[in-house]
């Protein structure tokens, strides 16, 4: 059967990659600011900006199989340069623009309808710079738990949470080799993330060969939140 897949974003990095692995056998449905990248695929664009739109439920079909939400931030700088607006800007971004979603499409979510989030390693293993974009990924995981029980067993509700990955929204990190040659060096797999070692796992998660895991937080991150080799 081919199911109906909701991503909100989808065009770049991550998003492009999951939805490149299940546009041929799914229905695809993508919320965002543009259709860059996503012009000749056989899914369905919907212009929305998660910031400051709201999402109209009738242009998404009645009922959802699987659902993704992609948008977020990397806004790494020291504590004492940050004000109070960059954190309620990560916020609102990263987990209010979630929940406002959600809100209009759970009435559409099928029983046994998968949900992935993404949440950062840094929530798990504490790094310098990283308050704002931990508390808002934060927000996601146990926004996700609680989720994940009060659904159950209708819904599922799973978050991957990443180390660094090769993307546009990670570019200013890995902008020349002696970056990359770094950021690669602090995983214990000696190498960044691609977007496809992440679209792997979410695409894994929305199938049914995950049926029974639902509340869990997924670390694909080169082994860096678990192992100390170095």
Not at 163 to 168: E, Q, R
Request: glycine share 8%; proline share 5%.
């Amino acid at each position: 059967m081919r199911k109906n897949i909701v991503l909100i974003g989808g065009t770049h990095g991550i998003g492009h990659a999951i939805v490149t692995q299940l546009a041929s056998d799914n229905n695809i449905f993508i919320a965002s600011r543009n259709n860059e990248g996503i012009e000749n695929l056989d899914v369905k664009h919907i212009p929305f900006d998660t910031t400051k739109d709201d999402l109209d439920a009738g242009q998404f079909p009645d009922e959802i199989h699987g659902f993704v939400f992609c948008p977020g931030s990397i806004n790494l700088k020291p504590f004492k340069m940050m004000g109070l607006d960059s954190f309620e800007q990560d916020m609102h971004l990263n987990f209010f623009s979630l929940v406002r979603v959600l809100k209009t499409l759970m009435p559409k979510m099928t029983d046994s309808a998968s949900m992935v989030f993404f949440s950062t390693v840094a929530v798990t293993s504490g790094m310098p710079f990283h308050t704002s974009v931990s508390a808002s990924k934060g927000a996601i995981e146990g926004f996700a738990k609680s989720l994940a029980a009060e659904y159950a067993p209708k819904l599922r509700v799973n978050v991957v949470a990443p180390s660094l990955v090769d993307t546009p929204l990670s570019s200013r990190l890995l902008n020349n080799d002696k970056k990359r040659e770094a950021m690669a060096e602090r995983h214990p797999l000696k190498r960044v993330g691609t977007p496809e070692d992440i679209a792997n796992i979410a695409v894994f998660l929305l199938s049914d060969d995950s049926s029974w895991m639902t509340g869990q937080i997924i670390g694909v991150d080169g082994g860096l939140s678990t192992l100390n080799v170095n």
